[in-house]
Every structure is written in C-alpha cells, then in structure tokens.
C-alpha cells in the first residue's frame, strides 16, 4: 500500500511566524511531490511542486525534499491569518499506479492574528 | 474552458437511486482523474483517463462505480444503488501530462439519504 503520511494538527502559529508542515511518503520510487491549499468547503488548489532534492523558494513558500529519508515539507514564512487552511502533501505514484497522486490526510494550519 | 468544470454541484440521493456527475475538463488535458474525499480526509484515488482510455480503475470502491470518457474531453462518474457510505465529495482534476500539477474541479458534494 503506497501511502504520504501528514499529521492532522491542528497547527496554530501565531501571525508573521513561519509554518513548517510535514510529510512522509512509503514509495521510494516516487519521483515528484506537491503541495495543494484546501480551503474549508473549497477544492484543492496547487502550491508548489519539487522534483529535487533540496529547497525551492516561490515567495512566501519554501519545498523542501530529501529522497533519502523519504520526507518532504512546507515551509510558509510571514504566515498570515489568510494561510489558515488544510495542506495537502501528494506524490505522483509510480508502478501501477503511475500518472495518479497519492495524497495524504492533510494538516490544518491556524494562523492567529 | 478556463477551468475544470463540474455539474451538479450538489447532488442529494435517497439510497438506492442511481447518479451520475459530470466532469469537463480544461481544454486540451489528457488526463483526467476522478477523486472521493470524505471529511476530513484527504482525495483518495478512483480512476483515471488518459483521452478516453482508462488506463486506472483501481481506486473504484465496488462495481457499483462506474467512469466513462467516451470521445477523450467530458467524463462522467456513475454510482449506482448509492449507499450512504458513497456520501463524499467527488473531485475531478485533468492535467497535460504526467507528473505535472493537476486542476481540481469545484466537486459535487453527494448526500446519500
């Protein structure tokens, strides 16, 4: 069973702090990893994606992403009350069930003004 | 279209009747993925097209779920004798190839009663 594992928080940070969000995946041969917003009652909508080990930076938003340990994270910095939402790791399956993500459950983040 | 489109948005259904959801994806996408995301959770897998093939069914929860994509563009996802357990949000998402960031649809919420 390939599986992306998050925590379900809640986490709270207060507004202006960084927010640093989790995720680990069980298929080593996946190869690409995203980051999709879920507002509540809304659909999910893409962040950032990352293919390489290491960081990538899209303003406010830092991927980070290390094959070894099969661990990928969000960092959001200046987090503001409007990030206040659940974060959806995915990884892009590979085998039989390529072409489809997999994501996890979701961490809610609360950012308090 | 601009986006992913789907109709209806929300569907109540006694138990036992027989529903279909419609999905329209971004002009020109390959790819197209059917999603079930019960609350709380996260999108759990149900199929996916590649133009009109269906190259993935594995995520259907039973046979009483169905997918079609007949000439490659609009698909449709049928449940037949819902079931109160079938009460979900169902996603569509297309995308232009393989790997790379998928659309969501807005979802139709379905209410099996």
């Known amino acids: 069973q390939k599986e992306v594992e998050q925590n379900s928080g809640p986490l709270s940070v207060p507004e202006g702090a960084i927010a640093s969000l989790n995720c680990t995946y069980s298929?080593?041969?996946?190869?690409?990893f995203f980051w999709y917003r879920q507002y509540s009652g809304k659909s999910p909508e893409l962040i950032m994606f990352i293919y390489s080990n290491g960081d990538k930076e899209d303003g406010r938003f830092t991927a980070q992403l290390n094959k070894a340990s099969q661990y990928v994270s969000l960092l959001i910095r200046d987090s503001q009350p409007s990030d206040s939402a659940t974060y959806l790791c995915?990884?892009?399956?590979?085998?039989?069930?390529?072409?489809?993500?997999?994501f996890g459950k979701g961490t809610k983040l609360s950012v308090k003004p | 279209g601009a986006g992913v489109s789907q109709s209806p948005r929300y569907k109540v259904a006694k138990r036992g009747q027989d529903v279909a959801l419609r999905c329209d994806p971004i002009?020109?996408?390959?790819?197209l993925f059917w999603y079930q995301q019960a609350l709380g959770q996260g999108p759990e897998f149900l199929t996916y097209?590649?133009?009109?093939?269906?190259?993935?069914k594995s995520g259907l929860p039973s046979d009483r779920f169905f997918a079609e994509r007949p000439e490659g563009s609009v698909s449709t996802l049928k449940i037949q004798r819902t079931q109160q357990e079938d009460s979900a949000v169902y996603l569509c998402?297309?995308?232009?190839?393989?790997?790379?960031?998928?659309?969501f649809g807005s979802g139709t919420r379905l209410t099996v009663v």
């Open positions: 097209f590649q133009n009109e093939a269906q190259l993935d």
């Open positions: 995915a990884a892009v399956g590979v085998g039989g069930s390529q072409g489809n993500l997999i």
């Open positions: 998402a297309s995308s232009s190839g393989q790997g790379v960031g998928y659309t």
């Open positions: 002009s020109g996408h390959v790819s």
């Open positions: 298929d080593r041969g996946s190869q690409s």
